[in-house]
């Protein structure tokens, strides 16, 4: 059986400020720089939009919530990906 090896990301706190840390060489996680934006996210359908469900995802926000990571796009420096953490 082959591995693949995977991508590790972690996301810690100092203050206010989210620090964003990925393993180096020696596998130490170790400080994106520059730091990426993240943003706490929830996803409803748009048909689905109630004021309930509305107050559901703000609920969610608060306690976690998914956080996206933003890159440069390939198109570039205007556009922007996001990847689900």
Do not use: C, H, K
């Not at 964003?20 to 359908?45: G, H, K």
Request: charged letters at 25%; a negative charge.
């Amino acid at each position: 059986m082959e591995t693949i090896d995977s991508l590790r990301i972690y996301v810690a706190r100092r203050g206010d400020l989210p620090l964003v840390l990925v393993p180096d060489t020696d596998n130490i996680p170790s400080v994106v720089e520059p730091a990426p934006t993240l943003i706490r996210a929830e996803y409803i359908l748009q048909d689905e939009a109630t004021d309930d469900r509305l107050f559901q995802a703000a609920q969610r926000l608060e306690q976690m919530g998914m956080l996206l990571l933003m890159q440069p796009g390939v198109d570039g420096p205007n556009s922007r990906a996001a990847g689900a953490l």
